[in-house]
């Protein structure tokens, strides 16, 4: 956009950053309790003295009440794996014996020797392989959950894991970190000084064309993502009203939820700590523009800029805290899908005017997911953006509602009212869904290194997003009806738990349909294309009502407890012409409905809710 209407049209990001910092600059200002030493996870691939692995036998299958049955076959597999020999240094050839059945009903067998983590791996999957098995795992050793040793962790970071507004971030650090995940953040640079920014990070890059936005000397773009500063020392200067700022250090705070250094004794901790942060500098004095956005998206994903070095490290994520007045223009658009076309999941802050996000962008692009915010209570922050465009939520803080520092959210930031060198290095709240955004873009390193780990190919873009949505965890205190946020509140462990559990056999017969849950009375917008699945946990005896309403096209409803409904085996189904469709059951047992909506022969952004 030209400068004029760009004054006039600040980006929200630079606006959100301010929100909630009076009150709540200083976690230095008071030590909290302390926090004992931490409990380090064992590494995914321990096994203990011995191999063992937990084996459940298909019913009626002689192996199934069989000793000597299950250990001939666990033998062969040896055998088909390539171990059944001595090795070539003389050590005995592994053998395979009986250890106990388990209370779930499977059996614990332990392999003798000392296998490599392929060599189990290869063992494992050659049990599994046999027709009478049902599953096999290896049994691994757990222990108790990481705690961060750094100091203000316990009592300012409630939003990893606070069990009303948190993350749940703790279980999912015993699976996953980050590690190997480039999660490129744009935004206004980062102060790569700090003692506690991520300790992977790469040197990124300053994409902004314009030497009154940058406080650069020269309009070219260049190596390097340090953040200027982007106060602004004269009111209107901006656009006609704006106020007189202080820098905001946005970028790093961002960069903090995504990958702070953790674990170190100092400071605070970051979601994905283990990931890789590439700073893309996109935003300085009064935001960015559109222009230096949209090429930033398609270099930070792997896509040629001219007169920028290609991009050696492609992110996985990119992460978007800003936005500006709305709706989603071309060329952002155009960038996006670039990006999502070369595997990039872009995650977009929903904006903070308490309006629908369909009005700004880029929240309401299409192919990314827009983030909403929420309170340590887990309800909506009266600042938050909402609407059909917004996917699912996570914490932003509920600013001095809630007070300090559970009004905020907390990370790394600089004193300095001005200049990279005009004050000290800190820690301070802010609260916006610009602090929302970055728990989910580090939720996907999670999941991604996660597979990457497991030897598991990368989701792709849509993958996260329905798997995110899927795992999401239900609202504590639902938004109002006329203000969706999306699916719940991301859930870390969740998704990584669900990233990595193998895909049922649909032979077994015991495969759950793979559905998108709903909250009691909790409106999902934004729903497109031509068959969807969600899931409802009713209570017996309470009327269910289950409606879509809104967008475009024609949809019709099918309702069945306990199993997929389809359009010839249903318990209910409601097949109006157009969007507008309800099932009322007057007498619902306990359990699982599933809701099955299906375009005639297409829909989009419907929204679709389950009040009881």
């Known amino acids: 956009m030209d400068k004029h209407a760009f004054r006039r049209n600040p980006l929200a990001a630079v606006l959100a950053a301010t929100l909630g910092l009076a009150g709540a600059q200083a976690a230095q200002a008071a030590d909290p309790l302390p926090v004992r030493g931490p409990l380090h996870a064992a590494p995914a691939d321990a096994q203990g ?74 063992v494992r999957a050659e049990i599994a392989a046999d027709p009478a098995v049902k599953s096999a795992s290896i049994d691994r050793l757990k222990q108790p959950l990481l705690v961060p040793n750094d100091p203000y ?97 946005h970028g790093s705070h961002v960069s903090g939820t995504v990958a702070e250094n953790t674990n170190n004794a100092v400071g605070m901790a970051g979601l994905a700590y283990k990931a890789t942060v590439l700073p893309v500098r996109v935003l300085g004095r009064c935001g960015g523009y559109t222009s230096d956005i949209a090429d930033a998206i398609i270099w930070a994903s792997g896509g040629h800029v001219d007169g920028v070095p290609d991009n050696a490290n492609p992110a996985e994520v990119i992460n978007m805290s800003l936005g500006g007045g709305g709706s989603c223009d071309d060329e952002t658009q ?83 009212a001005t200049t990279p060198t005009s004050g000290s290095y800190s820690y301070y709240g802010m609260a916006g869904t610009s602090m929302a955004s970055p728990h989910v873009a580090a939720t996907v390193a999670l999941v991604q290194g996660a597979l990457a780990a497991a030897g598991s190919a990368p989701l792709t873009p849509a993958a996260v997003e329905a798997l995110l949505k899927q795992t999401a965890r239900p609202f504590p205190v639902a938004p109002p009806a006329n203000k969706p946020i999306g699916s719940g509140i991301v859930d870390a462990n969740a998704a990584v738990e669900k990233a990595l ?84 059951i007057t007498a619902p047992k306990a359990g699982i409905y599933y809701i099955r909506l299906l375009g005639n022969p297409s829909y989009t952004n419907v929204s679709v809710v389950a009040r009881q």
Not at 69 to 98: C, F, H, I
């Open 501 to 584: 559990t193998p895909p049922c056999d649909p032979g077994s017969g015991d495969c759950a349909p793979d559905a998108t849950p709903l909250t009691n009375k909790v409106v999902i917008g934004g729903q497109s294309g031509g068959d969807q699945l969600f899931s409802f946990q009713a209570s017996a005896g309470q009327v269910l009502s289950v409606l879509t309403y809104g967008g475009s096209g024609d949809v019709s409803l099918y309702v069945s407890l306990g199993k997929e409904p389809t359009t010839t085996s249903f318990d209910a189904k409601s097949t109006r012409t157009g969007n507008s469709e309800t099932v009322r």
């Open 153 to 249: 962790y316990a009592a300012y970071q409630w939003h990893y894991s606070n069990a009303a507004g948190g993350v749940n971030a703790q279980p999912a650090w015993d699976k996953a970190q980050g590690e190997g995940v480039v999660v490129a953040i744009l935004d206004t640079g980062i102060l790569p000084g700090h003692p506690d920014i991520a300790v992977n990070k790469l040197e990124g890059y300053d994409f902004i064309t314009d030497t009154f936005v940058s406080r650069r000397p020269t309009d070219a773009r260049v190596p390097g993502a340090l953040d200027y500063g982007d106060w602004n020392p004269v009111a209107g200067e901006c656009y006609a009203g704006s106020p007189a700022r202080d820098s905001s250090w």
């Open 334 to 416: 155009a960038a996006i899908d670039g990006a999502v076309s070369r595997g990039t999941t872009v995650v977009v802050a929903a904006g903070n005017d308490a309006d629908d996000a369909a009005n700004y962008s880029p929240a309401s692009c299409n192919n990314v997911i827009s983030v909403g915010a929420t309170r340590i209570n887990g309800g909506i922050a009266s600042y938050s953006n909402y609407g059909a465009k917004v996917d699912l939520s996570a914490p932003g803080g509920g600013g001095s509602v809630d007070g300090n520092p559970g009004g905020y959210v907390w990370q790394l930031g600089y004193t300095g």
């Open 49 to 122: 003295a011995a191999a063992r692995i937990i084996v459940r036998y298909k019913d009626g299958t002689a192996a199934a009440g069989d000793r000597n049955a299950k250990l001939a076959a666990a033998t062969a597999a040896l055998g088909r794996a390539g171990l059944a020999s001595a090795t070539a240094r003389g050590a005995a050839a592994p053998q395979v014996g009986y250890v106990r059945r388990l209370g779930t009903g499977a059996d614990l067998l332990r392999v003798s020797g000392k296998l490599t983590p392929a060599q189990l791996e290869r």
